[in-house]
């Protein structure tokens, strides 16, 4: 008779942690996949952690293509990089990003005795390459992943198309003085240009993909607070054509706000113009597309966007550059 009640309750002991771990792996599994509908992919593991750990948005930009296998790598690109996946390495390395910076052709000879930096604690001399990197550079290094996420710096600073830039291994950083103060430092779509390179032989990567089918609706927590961030498909513009503002809402726990009325005032030189955004979708996102028309070059537009969700009003800006 002990025998037969041991086996139950071993029995039971197992069916109840395999409901766990099961439970577990399928809450997983409801999570570990998000889609940006500015592209058109997603961002799964092994690159999901990765992207919203180290930088999100800031850093990396938006998925260009799904993960896919390019010469023996599992490798996704997006705006700014292209991840790698290294199952060989030890954590947390597994994941590392490729080397655009040197593979566009950036990379310049060392810096002369005579220009390397000494005794100056705004500067890093970096051996490896024979180039510094200074000042607000230096500081976004430092506080934005350091050598991980950008390598060594490859180029001295230098003028392109009339802004300050400097090339590292993995990333181009851009001075941006038009903009607020921590947004001064911008990081160059590094990765769009590599994809768009006329002999990258996986355009058909570039396709976007159905958005995943919508799980069972939840019911929604309190909604308390409310927090918006928006940016432009373009920083710098010509006059012409037309821009893209995107608007992204969360709740107070950082998880998407669905349903938000969003709306916005392009600030010209010539006088406001008032646009109401589409509500935001189930991923909190929201765009829209506007003709530019012919704005003054070298004056500022400042976005002034504006979110309502169920009596809350949230306000926040961006803004971008007509130069020619």
């Known amino acids: 008779m002990a025998v037969k009640q041991t086996r139950t309750y071993l029995a039971l002991a197992l069916a109840i942690i395999l409901g766990f771990i099961l439970t577990t792996v399928g809450k997983a599994q409801t999570t570990q996949v998000r889609y940006f509908p500015e592209t058109g992919h997603t961002v799964q593991e092994p690159f999901l952690t990765f992207f919203e750990t180290r930088g ?60 390397i930096p000494r005794n100056n604690p705004r500067c890093r001399y970096f051996p490896e390459t024979g180039h510094a990197v200074c000042y607000a550079f230096l500081s976004y290094y430092d506080r934005k992943g350091g050598l991980d996420i950008f390598g060594y710096p490859i180029s001295p600073l230098k003028i392109e198309n009339g802004r300050i830039v400097q090339y590292f291994q993995r990333a181009r950083m851009e001075w941006h003085p038009e903009l607020p103060r921590d947004q001064k430092v911008q990081l160059g779509n590094l990765g769009e240009i590599w994809v768009e390179r006329p002999d990258f032989v996986y355009k058909d990567q570039l396709r976007p993909v159905p958005p995943p089918k919508p799980t069972t609706a939840q019911l929604l927590p309190e909604v308390t607070e409310i927090r918006a961030a928006a940016s432009v498909k373009y920083a710098i513009t010509g006059r012409g054509g037309y821009q893209t503002v995107y608007v992204y809402v969360t709740d107070q726990r950082g998880e998407p706000l669905p349903g938000a009325e969003v709306s916005f005032i392009a600030r010209y030189s010539s006088g406001p113009r008032a646009f109401d955004m589409p509500a935001t979708n189930r991923d909190g996102y929201t765009e829209l597309t506007f003709p530019l028309g012919n704005p003054q070059p070298g004056y500022i537009i400042v976005i002034d966007v504006t979110v309502r969700y169920r009596g809350q009003v949230r306000q926040t800006q961006t803004s971008f550059l007509p130069w020619w």
């Open 56 to 115: 999100g948005l800031e850093i990396f930009g938006y998925p260009l293509t799904e993960q896919f296998n390019e010469g023996g790598l599992v490798v996704q690109y997006f705006q700014r990089v292209r991840m790698e996946w290294h199952p060989e390495n030890p954590d947390p390395y597994k994941v590392q990003l490729g080397l655009l910076g040197d593979w566009l052709g950036h990379r310049e000879p060392p810096l002369p005795p005579s220009q």
